[in-house]
C-alpha cells in the first residue's frame, strides 16, 4: 500500500477509535495479523469459554485458527460432523461464554457498531451475555455515519454474504438489496450500538486492511 494512502486510511482509524473510547468501549489499531493475533493473547486469558460469529473477517485475519491451536474452551460451530441442534446448543452456549469473538458489518465513525443478521444468534450476543466482546475489523468496515453503514449492507455486505451463504434471495443475483420477503433472507435483525455501560466490555480492533464483507 502507498505511504500515503495508509497514512490517510489510519487517521481514519484513529479518528474511529477516539469515537469508540468516548462512547466506553475500547478500540485499537494493529498493523498486521502477527500483532492482532498477539492483542487476542492480551484481551483472552487461558481457559476463557470462547465462543465466536460467524465472521469471513475472523477467517481470513487468521483467527479461527489461532482459537483452535490455543488453550481456550472453544464453542466451535464449525467444527466437522455437528447436528444442526448441536450448533443451536454452541449459539446458545455464547451468551454464558467468558468472550465472543466476531466482526461488525460496519462501525462508523461517531463511535458507533451497526450490524445485520439472519437469525439473529451474532447480535444478541454483541449486545448481552458474554463477558467481553472482541470484534475484528478492517478498515473497509468503517464508514462515515448510520446512513452510510445502511446503504454499505444494502449494495455490499447483504448480496455478498448471500452469495457466500448460497441463499436464493434476489440480492444474490442483481447485486444489492430489493427488501425481499424471501424465505432465505438474511437482513432480519437490525442492531445499532451506540454506547457501553461497562466500559471493559467492547473491545474493537481494526487493521489497516481489507477483511470480509
Excluded at 50 to 66: N, P, Y
Excluded at 101 to 125: K, P
Excluded at 135 to 158: Q, T
Aim: with cysteine.
Amino acid at each position: 500500500m502507498d505511504k500515503n494512502v495508509a497514512w490517510v486510511k489510519e487517521q481514519k482509524i484513529n479518528r474511529t477509535i477516539e469515537a469508540l473510547n468516548k462512547n466506553n468501549m475500547n478500540g485499537y489499531f494493529v498493523k498486521d495479523n502477527e500483532e492482532l493475533l498477539e492483542k487476542l493473547k492480551e484481551l483472552i486469558k487461558d481457559g476463557d469459554k470462547v465462543s465466536f460469529g460467524g465472521s469471513m473477517s475472523i477467517i481470513e485475519a487468521g483467527v479461527l485458527d489461532f482459537l483452535r491451536k490455543e488453550n481456550y474452551d472453544l464453542l466451535d460451530r464449525y467444527k466437522e460432523g455437528l447436528t444442526k441442534e448441536e450448533i443451536v446448543d454452541i449459539y446458545k452456549g455464547a451468551f454464558t461464554s467468558d468472550c465472543y469473538i466476531a466482526s461488525s458489518n460496519a462501525v462508523t465513525e461517531n463511535g458507533e457498531l451497526y450490524n445485520v443478521d439472519g437469525n439473529g444468534n451474532r447480535v444478541s450476543a454483541m449486545l448481552y451475555g458474554p463477558e467481553k466482546v472482541i470484534l475484528i475489523c478492517g478498515i473497509n468496515k468503517i464508514v462515515k455515519d448510520v446512513d452510510e453503514a445502511i446503504k454499505r449492507n444494502r449494495e455490499f455486505s447483504a448480496p455478498m454474504n448471500a452469495r457466500r451463504l448460497n441463499k436464493k434471495t434476489p440480492c444474490a443475483k442483481v447485486g444489492y438489496c430489493m427488501d425481499c420477503k424471501s424465505e432465505d433472507r438474511l437482513c432480519n435483525e437490525y442492531t445499532l450500538i451506540r454506547r457501553q455501560n461497562n466500559k471493559e466490555r467492547m473491545h474493537v480492533i481494526f487493521l489497516n486492511d481489507d477483511l470480509g464483507y
